[in-house]
Every structure is written in C-alpha cells, then in structure tokens.
C-alpha cells in the first residue's frame, strides 16, 4: 500500500502532466503546506538565565545607612573647616619651630576647627535617632567645665572636688542624651553601627 509521501509525489506528477486540473494542483499545494508546517518542529525560547534577587537586602541596607541630612544641604562645610583647620595646625607647627608665640595659637585653633567634623556628626546622628553618642557628647561639656575649674576656678579647690564637679556634669548630660535618643529612636537607649539593641 502507498505511502501518503509517494500519493503526494504520484499527484505532483500528474499535475506536471497535464492530467490533474489546475484548482486540485491547488488543493495539494496547500496540504503540502499544511503537512510541512505540521511537522516542523517548533523554535525553543532561550531561558534567560536567572539572577537571585537581593532586593530586600539592598533596601535594608540603604535604609540602614540613611544618614540624616546635614542642614545645609550639599554644600561641603564640614570638609572646608577640617580643610582650614589642618592648614592652620601646620602653620602653628612651623610658627613652633621659629619660635613664634603664635604656633600655640594656631595649632588650637586648627585642632578645634577639625574636630567640628566628627562633632557635627555625632550630634546629627544623636539628636536624630540614628546613632548613639552618648560618651562623646556627655564628655564635651565635663572637659568644658574641667578646663574652667583649672584655669579659671579658685585656686584652692581640691583636685579631686574638680573631677568630682565635672563628673557630676558629665552623668547629667549622659542621663539628658540618652533620654532624647530613646524619645527619637523609638525606644532605644542606644544604637551602634550594625547593632540595634531589643528596646
């Protein structure tokens, strides 16, 4: 028994002589067509290759390390002082080496001026409830009031009543800092870099 590859072919034939009219010779070039498309095999999609999201871990991290803005926007305040007060700790330094009584000057001068960077920091991240700074801002106002008992106070106060005073000064300003990061940090104490303590 025939094939319906070699009918197909036998059709072909006949047409080609004449023998099959014309609209059948159409007929078969459509099946043709139908039984090629039929049996061509479909095109396989490429998979794209799959990538593990890290979305969330990106966003927390963003969120984590979302400082609050400085007040002044972009402008590099903070770098220009630490700037000035480098270049006027070197030129104390040189005044020094002369023998200039203007070298101490500078070099005070310099050094406060490049500590507002960390000092600015550290009481915008406080005062917003980022992170805590409790030791570093509690213990500005007792060297404040140490270095006055010394240079300015009377002279006839005890050592140990100076430390003692700016002890004192140093526990009330701990207690108030801890209170105002608590009330912005939504109960935390504290909270450092990596760390966030049960509340």
Request: without cysteine; charged residues 20%; proline residues 8%.
């Given at each position: ?143 404040v009031v140490l270095a006055l008992l010394y240079y ?29 990061f608590r009330n912005r940090s939504g109960g935390h ?11």
């Open positions: 028994m025939a094939s319906k590859s070699e009918k197909r072919r036998r059709k072909r034939r006949l047409v080609h002589q004449g023998v099959v009219p014309a609209d059948e010779a159409e007929a078969i070039a459509a099946e043709e067509a139908a039984v090629e498309a039929a049996t061509e095999p479909a095109p396989v999609k490429a998979k794209a290759p799959t990538r593990k999201s890290s979305g969330p871990r990106r966003a927390e991290r963003n969120v984590d390390d979302d400082r609050p803005p400085a007040p002044w926007g972009n402008f590099p305040l903070v770098e220009i002082a630490v700037l000035i007060g480098i270049v006027m700790v070197i030129i104390g330094l040189v005044f020094l080496g002369t023998g200039s009584d203007r070298g101490p000057i500078f070099i005070i001068i310099g050094l406060a001026l490049a500590s507002i960077g960390g000092l600015e920091l550290a009481v915008r991240e406080h005062f917003a409830g980022f992170r805590s700074h409790t030791l570093i801002l509690a213990g500005l106002p007792a060297a300015a106070g009377p002279s006839d106060l005890p050592v140990l009543a100076r430390v003692a005073i700016a002890a004192v000064v140093f526990g009330a300003a701990a207690a108030y800092l801890i209170r105002v104490s504290f909270r450092f870099s990596g760390f966030k303590p049960p509340r």
